[in-house]
């Protein structure tokens, strides 16, 4: 339905541009064409069920406190009401599909689902390549107001709680990466926040929260190529942590103290990254399979040491 609607604006876009040009206008079907279109446009918006036009209506009402992510007038008087009605519904089918997979909705999960923010770019931003996430969002500002308060309007309208989530990104600094351009602090809480479905129980909420704010895995490569140079202290090693500009060392990545310890014991394995404040995934690239592959962890060495004593003293 989405990408019908989408496809639908394209061309009644082109068909508009082309309406100026005297070679589009003598083309009779094309014209046929865009008049149909039109009419499916102005037509009422039928497929919406009322959870979804409810959210609709919120939005209209939703006040915005950032100049940045104000809807702008050209919006406002420019596009008519009707081209609001596919983004409505385009965000409900995001959350819903989000929602029957995971029992909750994140802001990245409707811009993933609507088609404006690369999943690739999610993973390159939460590895601090990218500044802010609205960085890497095709659409402009107001766009993306816009359906952030459709969304917000959706969960609302939906029964479900807010849930505000921490999110840290994938680098050793741990810091909390920034969504919006703007990095206005209730923007970027919006933006943190999940909603999560009111079918659950308090408990599986409380765990789900947990989850969702626990801090993704470091990842260290093996490279196959051990010609490989820091880019920041010009050594090279054994493993690396890739960088936006290269590769760097774990002495420069502040990982150098951890110890190496290989998968085979899944047991070992567990208890020693239980007990270790921090760890990273080793992985390394198989040419045959053309993908990463786990090769073990790398623990604090005290934490190691204590899980190994504790298998041997049952
Ligand atoms: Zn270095």
New binding site residues.
């Given amino acids: 339905m989405a990408r019908h609607f989408s496809a639908i604006q394209n061309k009644t876009a082109n068909s508009a541009d082309a309406g100026r040009s005297s070679a589009r206008v003598s083309d009779d079907r094309d014209f046929s064409r865009v008049r149909s279109l039109r009419i499916i446009l102005e037509r009422p918006a039928r497929r919406l069920d009322d959870r979804s036009r409810n959210a609709v209506q919120l939005a209209g009402s939703w006040h915005v406190a950032d100049p940045c992510t104000a809807p702008n007038s050209e919006f406002d008087h420019g596009m008519s009401r009707k081209n609001r009605v596919p983004l409505a519904d385009r965000v409900a089918k995001a959350a819903e599909a989000a929602l029957a997979a995971r029992h909750f909705v994140s802001a990245i999960d409707i811009l993933v689902g609507i088609g404006w923010l690369d999943s690739g770019a999610v993973e390159r931003w939460r590895r601090g390549q990218i500044d802010c996430l609205e960085e890497a969002i095709q659409t402009d500002p107001s766009r993306i107001s816009e359906a952030m308060r459709l969304f917000r309007a959706w969960a609302t309208a939906g029964g479900l709680s807010a849930s505000e989530t921490v999110y840290v990104d994938r680098t050793p600094r741990r810091q909390t990466p920034r969504f919006s351009r703007s990095g206005n602090p209730a923007i970027e809480a919006s933006y943190r926040t999940h909603w999560v479905s009111p079918e659950l129980s308090e408990k599986k909420r409380e765990r789900l929260a947990e989850r969702a704010s626990r801090a993704p895995e470091l990842v260290v490569v093996q490279p196959l190529n051990t010609e490989w140079i820091?880019?920041?202290?010009?050594?090279t090693g054994d493993l690396l942590m890739m960088e936006t500009p290269g590769p760097?060392?774990l002495?420069?990545v502040g990982l150098d103290d951890l110890e190496y310890l290989p998968a085979g014991d899944a047991l070992l394995t567990r208890r020693a990254k239980a007990k270790s404040t921090r760890h990273a995934v080793v992985v390394r690239f198989s040419r045959t399979r053309r993908r990463y592959e786990r090769q073990g962890l790398l623990v604090e060495p005290q934490s190691l040491a204590d899980a190994q004593r504790d298998r041997e003293t049952p």
Wanted: proline letters at 0%.
């Fill in positions: 820091c880019h920041r202290c010009g050594d760097a060392c002495r420069c």
